[in-house]
């Protein structure tokens, strides 16, 4: 079940980034935070440090871009 839920956050990370790439907004960064979120939930399953690290901040910056733009 992990394994098919990172494919599907992988996906979404990469239909947000071509959503950004064509400054559809805000449905780029609403994927992109779909996709952190599952990230971050793969992320502490796995117990790996470095990925909790990356997608908590990515979680972060997209929130943070999201409600001051």
Not at 2 to 29: C, D, E, H, Q, R
Not at 35 to 64: C, D, G, H, Q
């Amino acid at each position: 079940m992990i394994n098919v839920l990172k494919w599907i956050a992988t996906g979404f990370l990469l239909i947000g980034a071509l959503l950004n790439s064509m400054n559809i907004y805000p449905a780029g960064p609403l994927v992109c935070l779909v996709a952190e979120v599952a990230w971050l939930y793969v992320s502490f399953k796995w117990r790996e440090p470095s990925l909790i690290v990356v997608n908590l901040s990515m979680l972060l910056l997209i929130i943070v871009g999201l409600a001051f733009t």
